[in-house]
Structures are given as C-alpha cells and as structure tokens.
Nanobody, 128 residues
Framework: QLQLVESGGGLVQPGGSLRLSCAYS????????IGWFRQAPGKEREGVSC????????VYAKSVEGRFTISRDNGKPTVYLRMNGLEPEDTAVYYC?????????????????????WGQGTQVTVSS
C-alpha cells in the first residue's frame, strides 16, 4: 500500500530554516513525481515544489524560488524540502504527494489535482 509520511515541521523565527521530510513506501520512487504543497488557514492549497521521477528535473513556485530546495534520497527512501529564509507568509500545513509518471520521466507539476496520493501534513509556523 502506497504511503507518504511528512515530518520536520515546527515553530521557527523569521529568517530561520527547516528541513521537511517525506518518507514513502509501497511504490517505486523512480516512477513517481513527488510534490510539496502547502495550505494556510482560509487559503487554497498551493504547489510549492516538485521533483521528477528521474530526479533531475525540479520546479518551484515563484514565492519560494531561491529559498527552498527539493531533493531525494532513493536509499532512505525520502524526499526532502529544505526551507531557508523562512517568512511569516510561509506558515501553513505542508503536504507531500505522489503521482505515477513512468520510469525515468522528467515530468513535473505544481497542480494538486494531478496527484493521487497524499500524506497527512506537517505544520510549519514562522513567527517571532
């Protein structure tokens, strides 16, 4: 059974850093794209970043480009979201999600409606 579990959220001061982890099981990472999304209270879910099944293609929302970095470790197996320069506007519940794209595919997307599998989310709060 495919399963995604996020961890690493917490309370951090503005300008600080966090690293989120998305541990997955039940599927082959090199055939699935993994995306990170976030949802703040009263707002729609927003695509943050995605890494392709091939692992060499990534995409970021403009609001996080240059501050966030997505990566993966097939041996763990885990996908990470490194978040630097955090701002109060980054406060949200962060989710990872997976979609089958085929082995070695370089396809990426920040659209939440194309993802089939979701984790339970982890809270990130940026506040002084």
């Amino acid at each position: 059974q495919l399963q995604l579990v996020e961890s690493g959220g917490g309370l951090v001061q503005p300008g600080g850093s966090l690293r989120l982890s998305c541990a997955y099981s039940g599927f082959t990472l090199d055939a699935h794209a993994i995306g990170w999304f976030r949802q703040a209270p009263g707002k729609e879910r927003e695509g943050v970043s995605c890494i392709s099944a091939s692992g060499d293609s990534t995409v970021y929302a403009k609001s996080v480009e240059g501050r966030f970095t997505i990566s993966r470790d097939n041996g763990k197996p885990t996908v990470y979201l490194r978040m630097n320069g955090l701002e109060p506007e980054d406060t949200a519940v962060y989710y990872c999600a997976a979609v089958f794209t085929g082995y070695g595919s370089r396809w990426t997307s920040l659209r939440s409606d194309v993802y089939n599998y979701w984790g339970q989310g982890t809270q990130v709060t940026v506040s002084s």
